[in-house]
Structure formats: structure tokens, C-alpha cells
């Protein structure tokens, strides 16, 4: 994958959705930028982009990801696959669902995708070395370039989503302490049940990460 790395960016994920689908940028691609002025969030909330955390996104075909994901869990997929590289370095570092980054009780990051045509566009943000108030930093140190590449080379493992799901699973029973946002709505997770292609079940009704 070739991946281009930039000083600053309003918005690795809107840079990199815009280029995509006017045709500009082919996946694979991935953009690393060192600040991020623009970011977004969860919910269209602003990810705040202080300068030397991670602002990462990239572009991958359908066809290159593993048979037994389903499409409306490849977020959990790539979020999983990034918490199995931190993991192998020591860190405990932990996904509430569907896709965010925790470290005990704050949050650090998130991972949100678009699809446009066969191409799925992940974005990463990642809290490295500072916070804003309220949220976490990472518990070990590692740079944002070694973290990429790390990344981007088991994701060309293809891995399976069995391999991933079996970690989430474990992790799902932290996020019952918490709550998760559904249709402009707060839930609690605590009564929330886990399916095996990453939906949860609420009040009989099956809930998937939209983002």
C-alpha cells in the first residue's frame, strides 16, 4: 500500500473520501498527517487533532478483506485489528463498541469507515501523546509511523473475522458499563447482547455500528 505522509490536514478521512470519489486517489492508499485541524468524530463530532497523536485513514477494495466479515462490521474489523497490534506491544488497550479506543475508563480513539462503490475508507484517530480534557492517552509509547506500518501489514494478513470477534467478545463485556449512541439516542449496554457478526441485540431489535 503507498501510503503519504503530510504535515497537517484539515481532515485525513474528508481528504481522503473526497479523492476516492472523484476519482483521484485508487485504493490501496493510505494519508498519515501529523496535525489535524478539521477532524471528525463519532456522531459528526469534532475529533480534536492535537499535534503528535495518530490521524490516519485509508482506502482498501472490498475483495481484500477476509470472506467471513460482514459489510456492516468492517469498522469493528479494522478497529480490532489495530487493538491485536497494541495488544502484542504491551498495551491494554480495549474496544467499546462498536469501534471505540478505551484505556481503562477513557476514551483514546475511534475508527469510522465509508464505503463508495467497492471501497471501504477507514479513518483511525488515536490519542498517542496528549489529551483533551476528559479523554485518555495510550499506555505505551510508540510512534504514529511504526504504528501505521505495523497496521497496514496485518491487515494484508487478512486475518479472520472469527480471530478478531473472539477478542471483541471478551472486550464487550467492559463496554456494558457503559453507553452507546443509537438513532440520536443513549442505550445502555448493560443489558446488551453480543451477535457473532458484531450487531447487538437491544429490546429484541438487531443494532449495528453505522459508522
Same mark, same amino acid.
Not at 496528549?130 to 497496521?151: T, Y
Given at each position: 500500500?503507498?501510503?503519504?505522509?503530510?504535515?497537517?490536514?484539515?481532515?485525513?478521512?474528508?481528504?481522503?473520501?473526497?479523492?476516492?470519489?472523484?476519482?483521484?486517489?485508487?485504493?490501496?492508499?493510505?494519508?498519515?498527517?501529523?496535525?489535524?485541524?478539521?477532524?471528525?468524530?463519532?456522531?459528526?463530532?469534532?475529533?480534536?487533532?492535537?499535534?503528535?497523536?495518530?490521524?490516519?485513514?485509508?482506502?482498501?477494495?472490498?475483495?481484500?478483506?477476509?470472506?467471513?466479515?460482514?459489510? /456492516?462490521?468492517?469498522? !469493528?474489523? $479494522?478497529?480490532?485489528?489495530?487493538?491485536? @497490534?497494541?495488544?502484542?506491544?504491551?498495551?491494554? &488497550?480495549? *474496544?467499546?463498541?462498536?469501534?471505540?479506543?478505551?484505556?481503562?475508563?477513557?476514551?483514546?480513539?475511534?475508527?469510522?469507515?465509508?464505503?463508495?462503490?467497492?471501497?471501504?475508507?477507514?479513518?483511525?484517530?488515536?490519542?498517542?501523546?496528549?489529551?483533551?480534557?476528559?479523554?485518555?492517552?495510550?499506555?505505551?509509547?510508540?510512534?504514529?509511523?511504526?504504528?501505521?506500518?505495523?497496521?497496514?501489514?496485518?491487515?494484508?494478513?487478512?486475518?479472520?473475522?472469527?480471530?478478531?470477534? /473472539?477478542?471483541?467478545? !471478551?472486550? $464487550?463485556?467492559?463496554?456494558?458499563?457503559? @453507553?452507546?449512541?443509537?438513532?440520536?439516542?443513549? &442505550?445502555? *449496554?448493560?443489558?446488551?447482547?453480543?451477535?457473532?457478526?458484531?450487531?447487538?441485540?437491544?429490546?429484541?431489535?438487531?443494532?449495528?455500528?453505522?459508522?
Amino acid at each position: 500500500m503507498l501510503v503519504e505522509f503530510v504535515d497537517s490536514l484539515p481532515s485525513t478521512q474528508l481528504f481522503l473520501t473526497d479523492a476516492v470519489r472523484c476519482g483521484a486517489i485508487k485504493p490501496p492508499y493510505g494519508i498519515v498527517a501529523s496535525e489535524q485541524t478539521g477532524g471528525i468524530g463519532s456522531r459528526s463530532n469534532e475529533w480534536v487533532g492535537l499535534k503528535g497523536n495518530l490521524f490516519f485513514s485509508f482506502c482498501v477494495d472490498e475483495r481484500s478483506l477476509p470472506e467471513d466479515l460482514n459489510p /456492516s462490521s468492517v469498522s !469493528i474489523y $479494522f478497529a480490532g485489528v489495530m487493538r491485536e @497490534i497494541l495488544a502484542q506491544k504491551g498495551s491494554e &488497550i480495549w *474496544l467499546k463498541w462498536p469501534n471505540d479506543f478505551y484505556v481503562g475508563e477513557l476514551k483514546i480513539g475511534g475508527a469510522m469507515t465509508t464505503k463508495i462503490g467497492d471501497c471501504y475508507i477507514c479513518g483511525i484517530g488515536m490519542n498517542l501523546l496528549v489529551a483533551p480534557r476528559n479523554f485518555g492517552v495510550l499506555d505505551i509509547q510508540i510512534s504514529a509511523n511504526e504504528l501505521v506500518w505495523a497496521f497496514l501489514e496485518l491487515l494484508e494478513k487478512k486475518i479472520s473475522w472469527k480471530q478478531i470477534f /473472539s477478542k471483541f467478545r !471478551i472486550d $464487550f463485556q467492559k463496554s456494558k458499563n457503559f @453507553i452507546a449512541h443509537v438513532n440520536n439516542e443513549q &442505550i445502555s *449496554l448493560r443489558d446488551a447482547l453480543l451477535c457473532e457478526d458484531g450487531a447487538i441485540l437491544v429490546n429484541d431489535k438487531k443494532v449495528y455500528s453505522l459508522r
